[in-house]
């Protein structure tokens, strides 16, 4: 997919990976919907600002209604609360219903959208721990693993309409979502190019880093021996 020329819409926008994402967009050429549930905090010149809570079916519907021309959605909106799946079950619920469900919501308000614009391409924001899952972020490891899957599912769904869907996996980022863990941290600035190459180069999936390399090879091997790797390196 050429993205000069193309009409985007970026999903959290106002900061973080979003925020890059959506300036990147606009310097390759794209026209650009940068959306928030709190538009007036999204800071980014030549984008056209719009309010969306993915979590709230109307406010869906909405921005599909104002974004009619839009031929690549980027589901990057999505939160972290820390829950683990059995201790607070209404935050667990919150991840699934944001990252999972909400991201759905917005697929499908947005597939006819895209059917009607000639098909263009969807991408997922999802993460490293869709393929694992660490003390302390079980639950939205879950939800990323489910992510994950809905991009493998969507395609089938969207084939026949000719849209394309790009998973995106990545480690730790430099955002205020991360800002409290003492780890190395990707620029998200880098996720945001590595995605949007990924769209040109027309591609089923990006893995931005070689953590998140190193844990999608281990899928294929004995996950007792991957578990026992984990356990040394929480050690």
């Known amino acids: 997919m050429e993205i000069d020329g193309a009409t985007a819409l970026v999903t959290g926008a106002n900061r ?7 300036a990147q967009l606009a310097e390759r050429g794209a026209t650009v919907y940068a959306t928030a549930r709190r538009p007036g905090a999204i800071d980014l010149d030549g984008v056209r600002t719009l309010t ?4 709230d079916t109307a406010s869906v519907a909405a921005a599909a209604r104002a974004a009619g021309d839009v031929d690549l959605l980027v ?3 999505g939160i972290a609360t820390g829950a683990t799946l059995l201790g607070d079950l209404e935050q667990a619920h919150r991840e ?3 990252n999972l469900w ?3 919501s917005v697929v499908r308000a947005f597939a006819p959208v895209l059917a009607a614009n000639g098909g263009g391409t969807i991408v997922n924001i999802a993460s490293a721990a869709s393929w694992t899952a660490l003390p302390g972020a079980t639950a939205y490891a879950v939800s990323k693993a489910a992510l994950w899957n809905m991009g493998n599912a969507l395609r089938h769904e ?4 000719g849209t394309s869907v790009l998973s995106v ?4 980022a430099d955002t205020d979502m991360a800002a409290d863990l003492p780890l190395t941290k990707l620029d998200p600035a880098l996720v945001a190019r590595a995605t949007l190459d990924g769209v040109e180069r027309d591609r089923y999936e990006v893995v931005v880093d070689e953590q998140t390399a190193l ?3 281990w899928l294929s091997k004995d996950p007792e021996e991957f578990h026992a790797l984990l356990a040394r390196m929480l050690d």
């Open 16 to 22: 973080g990976i979003g925020r890059h994402l959506a």
């Open 52 to 55: 969306l809570d993915i979590t």
């Open 75 to 77: 589901n990057n909106a």
């Open 96 to 98: 699934m219903d944001t």
């Open 102 to 104: 909400g991201t759905l």
């Open 158 to 161: 969207l084939a026949a309409q």
């Open 169 to 172: 996996h990545l480690g730790v």
């Open 215 to 217: 844990v999608k090879e």
